[in-house]
């Protein structure tokens, strides 16, 4: 049974570059979640999708961040321009459906360095 | 406020020995749910464990106890024998029914065991 699948599992670029981190889901999970891990802020979540569509976005940072999840099975966040203080692991996680107690099934995530 | 605390930054055994990682939450929700996941040097969040809150059985998987006591707001993990492969950061993590799938996690411990 396939897990939660991101790529790639590292990216390292250059400030103000264009990055694009993909995920795609667990079959038959209907939300899709975005979390990103820094030493100073442990796990945060950036945004969420239900059946495709983002429910809540507050977590992202700022502009510069997006988020598109065009069909059930893979979702795009994507950071442009790219600065330093964006390097992190980036996670993507779903689960079935939305309650508490349910839990997330995460991928291996995207270590992503921005010099 | 921090709603997940995990005050041990870093811990380190020597094999064999047990360890206990603690976790301390905070919530006014009466329905809650708390987790723990692991997270090994490969990277991904691997699920172990997840209890309600009017479930306070302690529980024992292998080498593995949780004990959840609602008087002091804790939900303590407890490694018996440890071993090398134990060798990872642990992340305590709380849903709460008033926001959903909501995750607070934690800024995780993390466990060396030293053979």
């Known amino acids: 049974d396939a897990g939660v699948i991101q790529s790639p599992r590292h990216e390292v670029t250059e400030m103000g570059q264009e990055v694009t981190l993909r995920c795609k889901p667990i079959?038959?999970?209907?939300?899709l979640f975005w979390y990103r891990q820094t030493m100073m802020r442990g796990l945060e979540l950036l945004i969420y999708f239900n059946n495709n569509v983002p429910i809540d976005d507050s977590g992202m940072p700022e502009d510069r961040f997006s988020a598109k999840m065009p069909n059930a099975s893979f979702s795009t966040l994507k950071i442009q321009p790219s600065e330093p203080r964006d390097s992190a692991v980036y996670f993507c996680?779903?689960?079935?459906?939305?309650?508490?107690?349910?839990?997330?099934?995460f991928g291996s995530g995207t270590q992503l360095s921005v010099l | 406020a921090q709603k997940v605390t995990q005050a041990q930054t870093e811990i380190s055994v020597v094999e064999k020995e047990d360890v206990t990682l603690d976790c301390v939450y905070e919530?006014?929700?009466?329905?809650?749910?708390l987790f723990w996941y692991k997270q090994p040097p490969s990277g991904e969040l691997v699920f172990l464990i997840r209890?309600?809150?009017?479930?306070?059985q302690n529980e024992i998987s292998g080498r593995y106890s949780w004990n959840f006591q609602k008087s002091t707001s804790s939900f303590n993990f407890t490694i018996t024998a440890s071993q090398v492969v134990d060798s990872a950061v642990y992340f305590c993590a709380l849903s709460e029914e008033m926001t959903g799938n909501q995750f607070y996690f934690g800024t995780g411990t993390s466990l060396t065991v030293i053979p």
């Open positions: 996680a779903s689960s079935p459906v939305h309650r508490a107690g349910e839990k997330l099934f």
């Open positions: 079959s038959g999970h209907d939300y």
């Open positions: 209890r309600n809150s009017f479930d306070e």
């Open positions: 919530t006014r929700d009466t329905t809650y749910y």
